[in-house]
């Protein structure tokens, strides 16, 4: 491994554990908690390749060791709140904000222990709005992730059912092909949007999955490509303003 390979994790680690600390500070402790741990992983990783300088060794421990010790305090904390039913998180998003991708919102609440997924959200009937849950269907299929059952609830589109229908077919197929079963059905009643984990989160959303804005001319060949423009570019896409989201 070279030194520009180790100094290029070292900086890696110094901004997702400052973003950590951040957050920390910020109140908002679950994703803070994601941000220790990826943070202390990669100051493993240069501490395992940092073999002739004791000194940054020993630095590199203690430093290591301290953002563990307040990693395990959260943990702590954060299960002691869920345990008495306590425990309670907003984020609000403002108008044009970016950097609040799918992974971003979600990924603090998921987990190996993570099977099952509920989704109820009335809005899942455009093109750009199936793209939407297409992906956060995709962000559930990761290997730390251990999914098998996906259930949408949504409204039918009046005007296009057709396509509705034939997309979440498609993507029922999908899902299935990779072990993971979709379980669609649809309401005319329904309005509040929902989004319930098994491992015990149960997350609020003002627009449901689609609050990001709908890009316009050329970007639209984007937002309809493969998954590489959804993971590169989804996360500076601007929002629209959401409420304080529960979580």
């Given at each position: 491994m070279t030194q520009n390979h180790v100094a290029g994790m070292e900086t890696s680690a110094i901004s997702?554990?400052?973003?950590a600390v951040e957050l920390d500070h910020g109140g908002r402790v679950q994703e803070s908690l994601v941000c220790y741990q990826e943070g202390i992983?990669?100051?493993?990783?240069?501490?395992?390749?940092?073999v002739n300088d004791e000194s940054k060794r020993g630095h590199?421990?203690?430093?290591i060791k301290g953002y563990m010790d307040r990693a395990e305090q959260i943990k702590v904390h954060v299960n002691q709140m869920k345990e008495d039913?306590?425990?309670?998180?907003?984020?609000?998003?403002?108008?044009?904000?970016?950097?609040?991708?799918y992974q971003v919102l979600f990924k603090p609440y998921m987990s190996s222990l993570l099977t099952e997924v509920w989704v109820q959200d009335p809005y899942i009937r455009h093109t750009h709005q199936l793209y939407n849950f297409l992906r956060f269907c995709e962000m559930l299929l990761t290997p730390s992730c251990k999914v098998?059952?996906?259930?949408l609830l949504t409204s039918q589109d009046e005007a296009n059912s057709s396509q509705?229908?034939?997309?979440?077919?498609?993507?029922?197929?999908?899902l299935s092909a990779q072990g993971v079963t979709l379980d669609l059905q649809y309401s005319s009643t329904i309005h509040d949007r929902e989004i319930r984990f098994d491992n015990g989160w149960i997350i609020k959303i003002g627009r449901g999955l689609d609050y990001f804005k709908r890009p316009k001319g050329l970007e639209k060949v984007c937002w309809e490509a493969p998954g590489w423009w959804f993971d590169s570019r989804l996360p500076h896409v601007p929002c629209r303003s959401v409420p304080e989201q529960d979580t």
């Open positions: 997702v554990l400052k973003r992983q990669l100051l493993m990783d240069v501490l395992k390749a940092t590199y421990r203690e430093k039913g306590k425990y309670h998180e907003q984020i609000r998003i403002e108008e044009d904000a970016t950097g609040y991708s098998k059952k996906i259930h509705q229908s034939s997309a979440l077919g498609e993507l029922k197929e999908s």
